[in-house]
């Protein structure tokens, strides 16, 4: 190959990785949009946002036909804890990305967006 070519599939590969970057942004914008119009309450704000890894293996000890209710718990107990928060609001893609391959076989390992507020809520996402 000449080098020319080389730098045209170069070329091609950044073009790419600025559109996934692009795309990536606006799924992020999104969420917020949805959280600032949708699920917030009139007097509520934005406090903070936060990118959680939860580890869920623990959901795996429980019972085959319980393991992917212990999985929302689990969710539902660890953002608490590391948030401090004492309501938590689960959004339905998170929920259905749980039991997606049903319930006795939840995911060990999920990334999360989680959106605090003024009012102690926790607002929990599936991030990508």
Do not use: C, H
């Amino acid at each position: 190959m000449s080098e020319e070519t080389t730098q045209q599939i170069e070329e091609v590969k950044e073009e790419e990785k600025k559109v996934e970057e692009v795309k990536e942004e606006e799924v992020k914008d999104e969420i917020l949009k949805k959280v600032r119009e949708e699920l917030l309450f009139e007097d509520e704000n934005i406090k903070e946002e936060r990118i959680l890894i939860l580890n869920l293996r623990d959901s795996k000890k429980a019972p085959i036909l319980k393991r992917g209710k212990k999985a929302v718990n689990l969710v539902r107990e660890l953002t608490k804890k590391y948030t401090k928060q004492k309501e938590v609001w689960i959004d339905s893609k998170l929920n259905e990305k749980i039991w997606e391959k049903g319930v006795k076989k939840p995911p060990s390992k999920v990334k999360l967006r989680v959106f605090l507020t003024t009012k102690d809520r926790a607002l929990v996402f599936l991030s990508s």
